[in-house]
């Protein structure tokens, strides 16, 4: 069964901390993906990649960072969390046209 | 950037009763996708559409892609209440600073029994 694996369901944070959350996909998937998914907003893009390497920002960059070291991991990096970075997370990869393959998200706190 | 218009927002309905929901755009798209995504989990795939035109069915739940290709609809038929969730729609976009996928924000789908 193919999977995105994301290393943490539920993660609390102090304001002001470094914070990493970390994807891995087992599908050999080029492309992978970062959304936060707030009540009423819907999915935002945050970052992807389509290659190891490589990223590009999405919609609402500000604050995140990404690091794609293998082909098959995609970290998304929060360099000092606050208060309003509390969401929810998911990663996700494709490997074309067949639409993407979801984690089961990271819900975030902040304190 | 592009966005999809997804309604209803939130839709609360009797076990048994049908459910319908609709995305539209303002661009043209050639493929069209439904997501739904289970209360802690993340969205999965439920119906992909390619062809403007086609109805494609899963179980008791049918999709559309509109002629114009700028819009779709998913039907849920004799809802239960494991249908409970948030329903997206979603197009493939190649190019533009977007990535593959723009999503709707959701139908929030609470089924009473």
């Known amino acids: 069964d193919v999977k995105v694996t994301q290393s943490s369901r539920y993660l609390v944070k102090r304001t002001g901390e470094k914070v990493f959350l970390e994807c891995v996909q087992d599908?050999?998937?080029?492309?992978m993906f970062w959304y936060r998914q707030d009540p009423g907003l819907g999915l935002r893009l945050i970052y992807f990649?389509?290659?190891?390497?490589?990223?590009e920002k999405g919609d609402i960059p500000e604050g995140y960072s990404v690091s794609r070291e293998k082909k098959e991991r995609f970290s998304l990096i929060l360099e000092s969390a606050s208060t309003n970075q509390t969401s929810m997370y998911l990663c996700?990869?494709?490997?074309?046209?067949?639409?993407?393959?979801f984690g089961s998200g990271t819900r975030l706190t902040v304190v | 950037g592009q966005q999809l218009n997804q309604s209803p927002q939130s839709m609360f309905i009797q076990e048994g009763e049908d459910v319908s929901m609709n995305c539209t755009s303002s661009?043209?798209?050639?493929?069209w996708l439904w997501y739904k995504q289970d209360p802690g989990e993340g969205p999965v795939l439920l119906i992909a559409?390619?062809?403007?035109?086609e109805l494609t069915s899963n179980g008791r739940l049918t999709a559309q892609f509109g002629i114009t290709r700028k819009d779709s609809f998913l039907n849920i038929s004799a809802s239960i209440p494991s249908d409970v969730g948030i329903y997206f729609c979603?197009?493939?976009?190649?190019?533009?600073?977007?990535?593959?996928?723009?999503f709707g924000k959701g139908t929030k789908l609470s089924v009473k029994p």
């Open positions: 661009s043209i798209f050639n493929t």
């Open positions: 559409l390619y062809k403007a035109g």
């Open positions: 979603a197009v493939l976009n190649y190019g533009g600073s977007q990535g593959n996928l723009i």
């Open positions: 599908m050999d998937h080029e492309n």
């Open positions: 996700a990869s494709s490997g074309g046209t067949f639409g993407y393959t």
């Open positions: 990649s389509y290659d190891v390497k490589m990223k």
